[in-house]
């Protein structure tokens, strides 16, 4: 059964730090491109960031830009988002998904919440 | 910034009804979209992707038709497990964009 399972959720202040987590399995992980997408409660999906299947491609949406770095352990099987100085803006739930069609699989989501 | 714009915002309807969503694309994106379910507190669920293949395992009320700058989404009798948000997604390029969303509700 293929699953993508996050992890790393939780609560911080801001300026703080959090690093989220994505394991895969069921699947060749190693073969796809994968993204985070993230959604406030009650707004639409947004796209953060992607990586391609090797890791040496990574895309960024402009306003997390110097703030989160996206990796990959392809002998892990997992997916990495680490989120530096973080703002109240940035509290969402955390999807990781596959950026390749027909691959269709979402992760659950972890929720992270920036306040003092 | 390729700007993904859905119309409408809202709808209702009934079961069995015919429902057509539309997505519009700022500039021409071929045929690199995709159309995900999502009901609340789950997960977004892919149905349709490069605008009209249809993803496993969902059902065929689900179709998808455009390219370039102008896509929809039909679904051709609503169930009642239908009742959900519609989001359309670009993978043209990057910085990937969504769709703002088309709630479909229970008339």
């Known amino acids: 059964e293929v699953q993508l399972v996050e992890s790393g959720g939780g609560l911080v202040k801001p300026g703080g730090s959090l690093r989220l987590s994505c394991a895969g399995s069921g699947f060749t992980f190693s073969s796809y491109g994968m993204k985070w997408v993230r959604q406030a409660l009650g707004k639409g999906l947004e796209w953060v960031s992607s990586i391609s299947s090797s890791g040496s491609d990574k895309y960024y949406a402009d306003l997390v830009r110097g703030r989160f770095t996206i990796s990959r352990d392809n002998a892990k099987n997992s997916l990495y988002l680490q989120m530096n100085s973080l703002r109240a803006e940035d509290t969402a739930v955390y999807y990781c998904a596959s950026e390749q069609w027909p691959f269709g699989s979402w992760g659950q989501g972890t929720l992270v919440t920036v306040s003092s | 910034d390729i700007q993904m714009t859905q119309s409408p915002s809202s709808v209702s309807a009934s079961v069995g009804d015919r429902v057509t969503i539309t997505c519009r694309a700022s500039q021409d994106i071929s045929t690199w979209l995709a159309w995900y379910q999502q009901k609340p507190g789950k997960a977004p669920k892919l149905l349709i992707y490069?605008?009209?293949n249809l993803q496993r395992g969902v059902p065929s009320r689900f179709s998808g038709s455009g390219s370039g700058t102008e896509f929809t989404l039909t679904i051709s009798s609503l169930q009642p497990e239908d009742f959900a948000t519609y989001y359309c997604q670009q993978a043209h390029s990057f910085p990937r964009t969504f769709g703002q969303g088309t709630k479909l509700d229970i008339k």
């Open positions: 490069t605008a009209s």
